[in-house]
């Protein structure tokens, strides 16, 4: 098992490896009764985890919940607080979230509000998951208004990130989560671009790419849980990602949203004198290797307004997370443009889209 300490008031691990689902039992061991949510394709997989937790004396149920971003609502969270009162379950009791980023996301947060807090296992089954959703404590639902902007920082007592599912992941799936990987190497892990430099498809080195990108979060978060400095930086490729997730309506996945998000805050860069050409070439040509899309057709004017009710915006402020290569011999490192050039933002939004500017 590859294992990544998450530093902090709380401190807890991610264990990264085939069969890491079964150390429920430790991470459990005395607990009363847990709830275990998931989605209705992943039935088998959380019935495999209510038997190891009662095996281990742990009254466990399963408690079903829509797959996808469906999930991710108000009226879902309410139902999950239903379950959760007709189990009983107290303070001492516990959540275990097993599925993809949006399931962990919602349990999480059914967690975190349930009696002001319990604690939370997440066992997630994609690549997104393991490397993003179920890794630094944030958890929440979306509104009408936007993607995740109803929440809670609650972070989980342990991640197990079980490997052996990935075997049946659909290629789509796979990919897009990939894209949170790729990110990593961008902004502070340059092993990680070698090795998907070397194999686009991420599959002869997955294990070691999520341990990479889980250590990257892992540093963010336990210097920042509460998204104030270096965190940030984790949403490169996000603002636009974000906006482009909201006016699509979920309709696309979040990889793939956010790997138009990292072309296009690269073509940004660019644009302000940040990255030369070649930095701002191997981001679209790394993105489009790996499968993920690297153009987004919409509306401007809607795109912009909905980026501007993004977390990342702060008042009437619109910021971007971007890379600064301006340091002679050192890696690009990540930064805050807050407020950019519009010709810089109309320049960059024409080379993800086609448009001519």
Aim: some cysteine; glycine content about 12%; aromatic content about 6%.
């Amino acid at each position: 098992m590859r294992r990544v300490t998450v530093a902090g008031e709380a401190p807890y691990e991610v264990v990264i490896g085939a069969g890491a689902q079964a150390e429920l039992s430790l991470v459990l061991a005395g607990t009363a009764r847990a709830a275990v949510v998931h989605a209705p394709p992943l039935a088998a997989l959380a019935g495999a985890a209510v038997e190891i937790l009662q095996t281990a004396g742990v009254a466990a149920e399963a408690v079903v919940v829509p797959d996808g971003e469906a999930a991710k609502t108000a009226d879902v969270a309410a139902v999950l607080w239903d379950q959760f009162g007709r189990l009983g379950m107290t303070r001492s009791d516990a959540v275990v979230g097993v599925g993809g980023g949006a399931v962990t996301d919602l349990a999480g947060f059914a967690a975190a509000t349930w009696m002001r807090g319990v604690r939370f296992v997440t066992v997630p089954t994609s690549v997104l998951g393991m490397v993003d959703a179920a890794v630094g404590g944030k958890t929440g639902i979306n509104t009408a208004a936007g993607k995740n902007l109803v929440g809670a920082f609650h972070p989980p007592a342990a991640v197990l990130a079980d490997t052996d599912v990935l075997a049946g992941l659909p290629e789509p799936e796979f990919r897009s989560g990939l894209a949170e990987v790729v990110k990593c190497g961008f902004i502070a892990d340059a092993r990680i671009l070698a090795l998907l430099e070397s194999d686009p498809t991420g599959r002869r080195d997955t294990e070691e790419l999520i341990e990479r990108a889980v250590q990257v979060k892992a540093d963010a978060v336990g210097e920042d849980l509460y998204d104030t400095g270096r965190r940030e930086f984790l949403n490169y490729g996000h603002t636009l990602g974000h906006a482009i997730e909201r006016v699509e309506d979920f309709g696309w996945r979040h990889g793939e949203a956010v790997a138009v998000g990292l072309v296009f805050a690269a073509e940004l860069a660019g644009r302000a004198g940040l990255l030369t050409r070649a930095e701002v070439d191997r981001h679209r040509t790394l993105v489009d290797a790996m499968g993920l899309p690297t153009r987004y057709t919409g509306d401007w004017e809607t795109i912009q307004s909905v980026m501007r009710v993004d977390k990342k915006a702060r008042g009437a402020s619109l910021r971007f997370v971007v890379l600064d290569g301006r340091r002679p011999g050192e890696a690009a490192r990540p930064m805050i443009l807050t407020d950019p050039d519009q010709a810089w933002l109309d320049a960059a939004w024409a080379a993800v889209s086609g448009e001519t500017r």
